[in-house]
């Protein structure tokens, strides 16, 4: 943990306030970094919210297959957002064959990071020569986030973040996403807390699913579920300071002004923001996985 806070990384996976002390926590995250030499580095986070009866198991089977299968990729500096792709349809894969029960009725989001210090390979020339600054390629699915804010000069002289999500939810309630599921012979209805669900025709009985995209939950394929993430790449000059922040929505939807907390005005290359500091919030109690990256200067 001490090499975590000094390369600026803080991070808390904790379960939520549950009256039967049996469940299982059903978020998950991952840290993995390595150096390229010359090359600069690369490090992968993620989180994870898994959902279903065995939404914690397919949780742990995205969080161990993923950082293999995208750092063990020939490709990972030539074209990081299609070894994302494939190493996600790979995760689903997987999952159905580890666990196909398990992955037929739960499932788990998944939101990645992947970070290249000192650019990224061309894809149109030979040379293996890195540029320099920051990428950020995101993938994900359902609605774990992903969040950039950026140092800025403000206009009182001062310092302020810039907030740029990486991510939008993966709900019926988006316009795109409904559509996708309506072509693909699914259907939208409001159910209990006046949220929009999917339904399944071919699921009789069955409440609806409040995601769109999922790893696992094959139950919900035949009315549009997806297991294929949105990937997204941001670039960041060489100079720039940042804060990457991700989190399950136990951070996002449940602990009020928390994300906020975690903007403050300070240099990315502070203290990280104590993660314990989270589960003394009172209004914070369901599951939580969360991650927070300081990105400095290079």
Not at 213 to 227: E, K, N, P, T, Y
């Amino acid at each position: 943990m001490s090499r975590l806070v000094a390369s600026g990384v803080a991070c808390v996976c904790a379960r939520g306030h549950r009256v039967d002390p049996t469940v299982p926590n059903q978020d998950d995250l991952v840290l993995a970094m390595c150096s390229w030499g010359d090359q600069g580095s690369v490090a992968l986070y993620g989180v994870f919210d898994g959902h279903g009866p065995a939404g914690h198991r397919c949780a742990a089977i995205a969080r161990g297959f993923l950082p293999e299968r995208i750092f063990g990729d020939p490709e990972l500096l030539v074209n990081p957002p299609e070894v994302l792709k494939a190493a996600f349809s790979e995760a689903q894969q997987e999952m159905l064959r580890q666990v196909p029960a398990d992955a037929y009725s739960s499932g788990t989001t998944a939101t990645v990071a992947l970070v290249l210090r000192g650019g990224t390979q061309s894809q149109d020339t030979e040379s293996s020569k890195m540029t320099a600054g920051t990428t950020v390629h995101t993938a994900h699915v359902g609605d774990s986030r992903a969040i950039l804010a950026r140092l800025s000069d403000a206009a009182n002289g001062g310092k302020c973040f810039i907030v740029k999500e990486l991510t939008k939810d993966h709900r019926p309630d988006d316009e795109g996403e409904a559509q996708r599921i309506k072509d693909a012979g699914g259907h939208i209805c409001m159910g209990g807390g006046k949220r929009a669900r999917v339904i399944c025709e071919s699921v009789p009985g069955h409440p609806g699913f409040a995601l769109t995209r999922s790893l696992g939950l094959a139950i919900g394929r035949d009315c549009g579920i997806s297991a294929e993430p949105q990937v997204v790449s941001h670039q960041l000059p060489a100079d720039a300071e940042a804060l990457l922040i991700l989190g399950t929505d136990g951070l996002f939807e449940f602990c009020g002004s928390l994300p906020g907390l975690l903007l403050q005005s300070q240099s990315p290359a502070a203290k990280p923001w104590a993660p314990d500091q989270l589960l003394e919030s009172p209004s914070c109690c369901p599951d939580m996985a969360y991650v927070r990256i300081g990105l400095e200067p290079l």
